[in-house]
């Protein structure tokens, strides 16, 4: 059954890094491309970027750029969102979503929360 | 970018009502919009994807239409297990921008 699992919960201090991982299983992990998706505390669903499994191709929130790397790992069906310069603000839950083509997410990771904190 | 406008943000009704929940896109997008529930501390659930077709599994009170700028999710009586917050997206390509979200409450 496809799956996709993420990495445990992470808490940071302001202005470090944080790498979250969405480990896919049970479908062939380069046909899909694959978004980040973050909600804040009380708050609605951010759309955060896209990767594409099989070029690699991305497209990142105008809000996040620069800040944000999304990548992928084909020999482990995992891909990867890591975020810097971190700030309380990006204090959050973070998922992953798988994408097909022209279609809506239709699966989701459990979700990791990352809090920054000093 | 095209903005995603969802109305109202939060709606309070009966058992049995009928809910009409908004999204309004700044540009045409064709049918290339898909609503998410998403129930308190869970994941976000597909409900209907391309403007009108309902995922498999999901009961046939829930309905969406529109297409070009306009679109609609309906749950046509409205049951307890309903109460979720529910988000429309353009799906066709990035940035695949969200609505701010519909909070559903029983009355």
């Known amino acids: 059954q496809v799956q996709l699992v993420q990495s445990g919960a992470e808490v940071k201090k302001p202005g470090a890094s944080v790498k979250v991982s969405c480990k896919a299983s049970?479908?062939?992990?380069?046909?899909?491309?694959f978004s980040w998706v973050r909600q804040a505390p009380g708050q609605g669903l951010e759309w955060m970027g896209w990767?594409?499994?099989?070029?690699?191709?991305?497209h990142y929130a105008q809000i996040l750029q620069g800040r944000v790397t999304m990548t992928t790992d084909t020999s482990t069906s995992t891909a990867y969102m890591e975020l810097r310069s971190l700030r309380s603000d990006d204090t959050a839950v973070y998922f992953c979503a798988r994408k097909p083509t022209s279609r809506p997410f239709d699966y989701w990771g459990q979700g990791t929360l990352v809090t920054v904190s000093s | 970018d095209i903005q995603m406008t969802q109305s109202p943000s939060s709606l309070s009704a009966s058992v049995g009502d009928r809910v009409t929940i908004t999204c309004r896109a700044s540009q045409g997008i064709g049918d290339y919009v898909a609503w998410y529930q998403q129930k308190a501390g869970k994941v976000p659930k597909l409900l209907i994807s391309?403007?009108?077709t309902l995922q498999s599994g999901v009961p046939s009170r829930f309905s969406g239409s529109g297409s070009g700028t306009d679109f609609t999710l309906t749950i046509s009586s409205l049951q307890p297990e309903d109460v979720a917050s529910y988000y429309c997206?353009?799906?066709?390509?990035?940035?695949?921008?969200f609505g701010g979200g519909t909070r559903v409450e029983i009355k």
């Open positions: 997206q353009k799906c066709d390509n990035a940035p695949l921008t």
């Open positions: 049970g479908f062939t992990f380069t046909s899909y491309g």
């Open positions: 990767i594409s499994a099989n070029n690699g191709n991305t």
């Open positions: 391309a403007a009108s």
